[in-house]
């Protein structure tokens, strides 16, 4: 029990830290491993804007921890209830004291951030949870525990093939196979985990399968971070080094000199990430990971980059609607279609 216990505290005190370490490492990877060029960024990145790329970019795991964990506890408290202890074992901990509430929240968010590839998988996980709560609950209703450990999973199993048919031999005959066995699989499996399981295997098999979640999840979380971009990429259009010299007139005033043409030679654009626009510079992080303190009267113009559209890998599609697409991007407006501004290619207007 003393040991359970211990356990939980270590884990309440790991979670808020794996935040913190993904983003020190992604800073890191950033700066390409150099020390002075990640205390840079660190001086001047917002915190904010590193939590909001870190949200934005991980909110799909927060359904995959719940109900991973929820199937698997509750699978667990069926198949072997006396070796479902909430004082001794951590997932049965995390079992008991997870509502249903934060269950019907995670399903939500989870059809709104999921890929349409993985919306099955997500099917299967809620109709796990419905059957092996339904069971414990009322186990002596026969007719109910027939319909919705039975009947429900083979209706939803019929109607989710009649959707997904057409796409799943689409994959098949275009090689596609993880997206075939996303799409066709989870269908067919939402009726093997509806009851228990034999309960000498049940402890085992749980507590293996809930440590292989987590230990596999944080990498693949730091994988998809690790790609996630945290500053705004701008090209900047910067004259030569002395455009903003101060040319003096033959009666003693100082007058500037004219601007020189765009296609002059000595004219670049700086392509990079944005970090800060201080008084007397702006800094910018080139593609090539150095830092570029650009004066501020060399800047002509700037411009900013939007983020260029993820190459589809997928030529799968359900009616329409592309399997790596998420409901959630589905609803959201459009970025209307405009030409690219040259800069953001990093040639010269004109």
């Not at 060029?37 to 804007?49: A, C, E, I, K, R």
């Not at 269950?103 to 996980?125: C, E, K, S």
Request: charged residues 15%; glycine residues 6%.
């Amino acid at each position: 029990m003393a040991g359970a216990r211990q356990a939980q505290q270590w884990l309440l005190t790991l979670l808020p830290a794996f935040p913190v370490l993904l983003l020190v490492l992604r800073l890191w990877q950033l700066s390409r491993q150099d020390m002075s060029t990640m205390l840079l960024l660190v001086q001047y990145v917002s915190p904010l804007g590193l939590l909001s790329a870190l949200l934005i970019a991980l909110v799909w795991a927060f359904p995959v921890v719940v109900l991973a964990f929820g199937v698997l506890g509750r699978l667990l408290r069926l198949s072997a209830p006396d070796r479902f202890d909430p004082e001794r074992s951590l997932l049965a901990s995390l079992t008991a004291r997870t509502p249903g509430w934060v269950l019907t929240a995670a399903v939500a968010l989870g059809a709104l951030t999921w890929q349409l590839r993985f919306l099955p998988a997500l099917l299967m996980l809620g109709l796990w949870l419905l059957a092996l709560r339904n069971r414990y609950l009322h186990p002596h209703e026969p007719t109910r525990i027939l319909l919705i450990s039975v009947a429900l999973p083979l209706a939803a199993a019929v109607l989710a093939y009649s959707v997904l048919g057409p796409a799943i031999w689409t994959a098949l005959q275009e090689g596609e196979w993880a997206t075939a066995a996303l799409l066709a699989v989870p269908p067919a499996a939402t009726v093997l985990v509806t009851g228990p399981i034999p309960g000498w295997i049940a402890p085992a098999l749980t507590h293996g399968l809930a440590f292989t979640v987590a230990a596999v999840l944080p990498l693949v979380m730091g994988a998809v971070f690790l790609r996630v971009p945290l500053l705004p990429t701008a090209a900047i259009e910067v004259a030569p080094k002395d455009a903003d010299a101060v040319e003096v007139a033959p009666d003693g005033r100082d007058v500037a000199p004219a601007a020189p043409p765009a296609g002059e030679a000595g004219t670049e654009v700086v392509l990079g990430a944005l970090i800060t626009v201080t008084d007397t510079s702006t800094i910018v992080l080139d593609q090539t990971a150095g830092v570029r303190f650009l004066r501020n009267g060399q800047v002509r113009s700037q411009v900013l980059c939007p983020q260029a559209a993820d190459v589809p890998y997928s030529l799968v599609s359900v009616r329409g609607w592309p399997v790596e697409e998420t409901a959630l991007n589905w609803m959201m407006p459009r970025r209307p279609l405009t030409d690219p501004d040259m800069r953001c290619a990093g040639r010269l207007p004109g």
